[in-house]
């Protein structure tokens, strides 16, 4: 009887040290997935901070009078038009130089054509979806795109490099 006591006692202890060890290695991965986490978001302010102290240096430089939301969209009218404002659903036709903060041009609608697309359907940048809400026929912008707004950490595999900011110089010609 004392026997068959103490191998449950040890079996029970065996079973109970083996949980332990679970326990341990599922809250060292745990701990290792925060402070994976923390490393990734800190990366990221890192690299959110140096782009926007770039963009703030640019206009300066430059001596623009901007205007930024809340998502880090710089704005400036050139000049404001008085024809129809832009709105989800409806088509709007642009002319554009996009360029990036070293000053390179790398599209332009008179070289690569008009840049023509239905408002609020995600088929262009999220920046330049999110400038449109204020703008009308007639309008001449200059905005501002910072890299998670425009085409983020892979660029668009063609003339925009990842991680870029985007300088757009747009006039809105049309909206049907």
């Known amino acids: 009887m004392f026997k068959k006591i103490l191998y449950l006692f040890l079996f029970l202890i065996t079973v109970s040290s083996c949980g332990l060890v679970d326990n341990e290695k599922e809250n060292r991965s745990k701990d290792q997935n925060i402070s994976a986490n923390e490393a990734l978001e800190k990366a990221n302010k890192y690299l ?8 703030e240096n640019y206009i300066r430089r430059h001596q623009l ?3 930024e939301t809340g998502s880090g969209l710089r704005y400036m009218f050139i000049e404001q ?20 903060l070293t000053g390179d041009v790398i599209y332009s609608s008179s070289k690569d ?10 088929n262009v940048e999220s920046g330049l979806e999110e400038a449109l809400q204020f703008l009308r026929v007639g309008d001449k912008v200059k905005l501002i795109i910072p890299a ?4 983020g950490l892979l660029g668009d595999n063609n003339k925009i490099p ?7 110089d747009i006039e ?3 909206i049907k």
């Open 148 to 151: 998670h707004l425009a085409y």
């Open 81 to 100: 038009g008085n024809g129809t404002k832009a709105e989800t659903g409806k088509t709007v036709v642009l002319d554009y130089n996009i360029k990036l």
């Open 162 to 168: 990842p991680r870029s900011t985007l300088i757009y």
């Open 113 to 122: 054509g008009q840049k023509i697309f239905k408002i609020g359907k995600g």
């Open 48 to 55: 959110i901070r140096t782009e926007s102290e770039d963009i």
């Open 65 to 67: 009078e901007m205007e």
């Open 172 to 174: 809105v010609v049309e």
